[in-house]
């Protein structure tokens, strides 16, 4: 059972997403917010033909950037990644979701992974493959101590256990793997000290009306590891002030998990 954290001074996120379903994405956003209520999302309909993409300016003015690919193709993935590029390079955070990193020829009609600058430039923090769902998979090994794992002790990723095959970058680091040795997260480190964080697993969870039980299990920890991930790419780089961290305390005896919150000063 989770507590949520009290409230404290806020982190702006960017959700830039083809999910092309608000319940989906509102599902994602609840079990972020549930551990971390502190960050506020900005949806972007990135699938959307209509939708007027936003500004450099507009989008540097928010401390993370977490980009997720649905069943809708990215629309624009040249601009878009080249939005993301800029954002990058400029010292912000990503938190780049599966299936994100699906490889799509960029010269195709329908693509489903970013291009322009970001394909160009190689920004990737875990390469791009072919999506692999339909083998039930949990959280594996992972490295002590990095926040991503903060107060992490399980993950089941569902039925589905939706990811993709891509390898580890070879400017990226792996921090976590699935229970079948892929990996599961990667890290980046920019040249201004930003992040990028690769968290190889579809958001969407088994709680989401309609999603028929398939994604990862809401009663396990995958909400814990996005706000811990978007927490830490909030907090280093470009605009890093004191922002709140997400620390975990487990209760003796009860076995309930507790979230406070730290302030942190890069």
């Given at each position: ?49 209509t939708a007027q ?74 390469n791009t493959g ?56 990667a890290t980046r ?78």
């Amino acid at each position: 059972m989770f507590a949520g954290a009290a409230s404290a001074t806020s982190i702006s996120v960017a959700l830039v997403s083809t999910i092309g379903n608000t319940t989906y994405e509102q599902d994602v956003i609840t079990n972020i917010q549930t551990i971390a209520p502190f960050l506020n999302f900005t949806p972007y309909d990135a699938s959307s033909s209509t939708a007027q993409l936003p500004t450099v300016a507009t989008l540097e003015g928010f401390q993370a950037l977490m980009v997720v690919v649905g069943n809708n193709s990215i629309h624009a993935p040249d601009a878009w990644g080249n939005l993301i590029d800029t954002y990058l390079r400029d010292g912000h955070g990503v938190v780049m979701m599966a299936n994100s990193n699906t490889f799509t020829n960029c010269t195709s009609q329908v693509v489903f992974q970013l291009c322009g600058n970001y394909q160009t430039n190689d920004d990737w923090a875990l390469n791009t493959g072919s999506q692999i769902t339909g083998t039930h998979l949990t959280l594996g090994t992972y490295t002590v101590g990095n926040p991503v794992f903060a107060g992490v002790t399980t993950f089941d990723g569902g039925s589905l256990s939706t990811h993709v095959n891509g390898g580890v970058n070879g400017a990226a680091t792996r921090i976590a793997s699935w229970s079948d040795g892929s990996p599961f997260a990667a890290t980046r480190l920019f040249p201004k000290g930003n992040l990028e964080i690769a968290l190889n697993f579809f958001p969407v969870s088994d709680a989401a009306p309609g999603a028929g039980g398939l994604y990862w299990l809401h009663s396990t920890q995958g909400g814990l590891i996005m706000a811990n991930a978007l927490t830490e790419v909030a907090n280093v780089g470009a605009g890093s002030s004191d922002t709140p961290e997400v620390a975990n305390l487990f209760g003796a005896g009860g076995g309930l998990l507790l979230f406070s919150l730290l302030l942190r000063r890069r």
